[in-house]
């Protein structure tokens, strides 16, 4: 059977008060964590000083008030040069006499986690002994006198070499600083529990991979730490790394579907240690390129496929118009017709594959999803007959969004008319729009017909599966899903209580705030430096410039606030304008790169995935396109 918190804690309290030191604990805040009865009546402190969270600040003023230090001119200096010594956390030993004769001697230990542990002894007898033993040394024999001396040879080694010891822990506990200084400003959560799953150590970023989840977790579990429905995704794979495996795996956190990668290494002892982080954007860029690559290999298969039927549909069309002009009957004229139609409905097919293998890539801009939603409405009500009501929840941000709206508008305009047709003659559509968290702008699409099948759940998003029979071309879903993939999004497709639903998700990426601000632009060609930063100027910005990324990094930590990062993608020295990304995002400045580079280029390839990308040469007109803004003509 073990204790609970509550036995513990006051076994604890007990056996402390029964030390005949006093002691306390003040954590890395100069804030009372624990403290003995002793303590308390040592110094006569007043049990507000005493309980846990007490300030360290008051009680130093506290006692120098009451004279426990002796006079004082300015007990406000006195009690701010304490503090600034006790935040030092310093390890040290001394002895002093207090105002009511007594001698104490006081010893400070730092703690790992921040904040120190000090013992105080009373040690007024063992003064008087001492003073007692010089005055009666003559006395002594003179070999009790060497004696005394050796053990005084041997007590100076022995500090010394407590002396050596100490500045070795204090070169430790420096170290340990810099290491938990270190840690603290990486962009991961660095962790270890015990054989509990209680969090021993944490970097205190635990709140940055997982908003709304607390910093501090030193003597959380990890299941309270990180919450119910996160731990039972985690719990597999820390009981594997509690039996010595060194699991690695990425799950989806639930409340805003941020993507997160863990690893969990075991301690040797029963615990693990942990290491987490955010890699939604990875995801997402890892999603586009793998799209980009299908597309790729379709293209390449259909290309020449397509070139050969093409050949044939025109000299099948030529030869039926031939046919159409013989009197040949009507029996054959209606074949004619058909075959016609069958050629034609050909062309209008390749034209869909054409338009899903192409290289046509995402073309981002700021777009205000209000007015978006406003005009795909206003453009779809016409095409549903009278008893189908559209109705569109707008609950995006106030803030422009960076997508590309033609190929967005297609998409949604696909779904209605695919909703439009399962509700028949009378029903209700629905869109759906919102942010999810800040990673993802989620659209959905509702309708209250008859919902999927079983089969069309299983094979709506393979090519050429429809359910019209000759009406449909069966590349619809397959066009959507392509274009939210190629945006490094998700498509999910269903049923719901009253029929069937479409669910896209694409990233979240802000567009750039009002001008007026300050822009950070990276060229290393100072002739376009000086175009751009033209442009720029006549938006409304005031400029600073770099040639190269790490000096366009060094510029983003040194200078205030930055509205905006215009980057090349090729810079001078090794580091491009893509290493830029994970700087700018941390700063919560948004990037827009620029290249010459041909669109087959693996750097302008997954510069397309992270956000919009401006094909030089470029006008004022398109800059302020992308930015959403206005340019003089």
Known sequence: MTLDDTQTKAMTSAGLNLIAQALSIYDRDLRLAVCNRPFQTMFNLPDWLTIPGAPFEDTIRYLATSGEYGPIDDIEAYVADKVDIARAFEPHYMERTRANGRTISVEGSPLPQGGWVTVYTDITQAKRSETLLRARSEELSEKLVSHSEELAAANRKLAASNAALEEAKRELTEMEARTRLVTEMMPAHIAHVNAEGRYTYSNRRLSAIMPGRPADVVGMTLSAAVGIENFELIRPHLHAAFQGESPVFEFTEPHDSRRLRAAFTPDGQGGAYILSMDVTAETQARAA?????????????????????????????????????????????????ATRTAARRGGRLLNRIADMTGQRPPRPQATDMHDFLADLKLLASPSLPQAVDLTVLDHCPDRPVMLDPGLLQD??????????????????ITITAHAVGDIWLELSVTDTGAGFSPDALDKALHPFF???????S???????????????????????????????????RLAPAAPGGLAL??????????????MLMDLGYAVIEAAAADEAQALLGDVGEIALILSDIKLEGTATGLDLGWAAKSAGVPLILMTSLPLDDPLHRAALTSGPVLRKPFTIQTLAGLLGHEAAA
């Open 289 to 337: 390129l793998q799209q980009g690559r299908r597309r790729e290999i379709a293209a390449q298969m259909t290309s020449g496929m397509a070139h050969d039927f093409s050949n044939l549909l025109t000299i099948i069309l030529g030869m039926q118009s031939r046919l159409a002009r013989m009197d040949l009957g009507t029996e054959a004229a209606d074949l004619i017709a």
């Open 411 to 428: 998409a949604l305009l696909n779904l209605i008319l695919n909703a439009r047709d399962a509700c028949g003659t009378s029903g209700q």
């Open 466 to 472: 429809t359910t019209k029979g000759d009406a449909g």
């Open 474 to 508: 069966g590349l619809g879903l397959p066009m959507v899903y392509d274009m939210v993939k190629m945006a490094g999004g998700a498509m999910e497709i269903g049923n719901w209580s009253g029929g069937a639903e479409v669910r896209l998700r694409l990233p979240l």
């Open 521 to 534: 632009l990276v060229e290393d060609s100072a002739d376009l430096r000086s175009n751009y930063r033209t």
